[in-house]
Nanobody, 126 residues
Framework: QVQLVESGGGLVQAGGSLRLSCAAS????????MAWFRQAPGKEREIVAA????????YYGDSVKGRFTIYRANAKNTVSLQMNSLKPEDTAVYYC???????????????????WGQGTQVTVSS
């Protein structure tokens, strides 16, 4: 069982920055691919970014490329998402997720992820 706890959400003006962090309970989380998803009211959950277990392979959704950066610190069992140049359309609940398959590379579909955090709200005002 892996518990994921997100932090760092909040209210920011358009053009501003936020950094989200996800702390994993298990030391073995260093072996897992991790991802950030988001879900806005009335919309489906979508992937924001994902990262391989070693951090050398990343994936970004088209809407955040060039603005967001995902990175991890396995020694601290954390995965972070640096969000710059935020837009009102980035407003959503952001979720951290872990994929415990031995593949270890970032995958896009939410169904691949076995553990989820409780979510943290990000609100971008115009």
């Amino acid at each position: 069982q892996v518990q994921l706890v997100e932090s760092g959400g909040g209210l920011v003006q358009a053009g501003g920055s936020l950094r989200l962090s996800c702390a994993a309970s298990a030391r073995t989380s260093a072996n897992y691919a991790m991802a950030w998803f988001r879900q806005a009211p009335g919309k489906e959950r979508e992937i924001v970014a994902a990262i391989s277990w070693g951090g050398g392979n990343t994936y970004y959704g088209d809407s955040v490329k060039g603005r967001f950066t995902i990175y991890r610190a396995n020694a601290k069992n954390t995965v972070s998402l640096q969000m710059n140049s935020l837009k009102p359309e980035d407003t959503a609940v952001y979720y951290c997720a872990a994929d415990v398959s031995p593949i270890g590379v970032p995958r896009v579909g939410a169904a691949y992820y076995d553990y989820w955090g409780q979510g943290t709200q990000v609100t971008v005002s115009s």
